[in-house]
């Protein structure tokens, strides 16, 4: 384990923020240039994609924003008290349906920017190629364009961005949760 949490300390080193582990503030440091190839200061892990963000292809943006909406709902769900692995998973699929990524993209829409609307709209229109088994075709491609704009942010280091509409997200569909 690294980070605070490592050492007992719930406080972040100096230049950390408190909800990114050690080495993934999202910047560089000071100073430092990236080496030519190297990923950005930003991503998680030092494996660059093939191309910058904005040249990745829709598909390829929702195939990786899938994954990091995946880490957000877990951390989200895990932040409950019940901890029962079952119920975790049960309540992880009311956020990760298709029908679901679609609802909160609906709520997030009106604070998107032109360039997060234009990605939306390029992973909407993103021929897949397969058919949804448990979704219409419509949330189904509601929620590429939900992962498409998750995965864009992920890899252009919105990471501040990515994480406020994730929470506004989770917020307001929570309390859409309730009140059925």
């Known amino acids: 384990m690294t980070g605070p949490e490592a050492n007992g300390s719930p406080l972040p080193r100096s230049g950390q923020n408190a909800e990114e582990p050690a080495g993934m503030t ?10 030519p190839g190297a990923a950005p200061a930003a991503l998680w892990f030092p494996e660059p994609p093939s191309k910058p963000a904005r040249l ?24 409950r008290p019940n901890l029962r692995p079952h119920h975790l998973h049960r309540l992880s699929t009311k956020y990760v349906s298709a029908k679901a990524q679609a609802g909160l993209l609906a709520l997030l829409e009106p604070q998107l920017t032109e360039e997060e609307r234009d990605v939306v709209r ?21 929620a590429t364009a939900f992962e498409s704009l998750i995965g864009f942010l992920y890899y252009t280091g919105a990471h501040d961005r990515l ?18």
Not at 26 to 35: D, K, N, S, T
């Open 26 to 35: 999202g910047r560089a440091p000071e100073g430092a240039a990236a080496a």
């Open 56 to 79: 990745l292809p829709p598909l390829a943006l929702a195939y990786i924003g899938d994954a990091v909406f995946e880490v957000a709902v877990r951390q989200h769900v895990i932040a």
């Open 122 to 142: 390029q992973g909407r229109n993103a021929k897949s190629g397969t058919i949804p088994k448990n979704a219409n075709v419509l949330d189904y491609r509601h």
């Open 163 to 180: 994480r406020s509409l994730i929470a506004q997200g989770f917020e307001q569909y929570d309390h859409e949760l309730e009140g059925i």
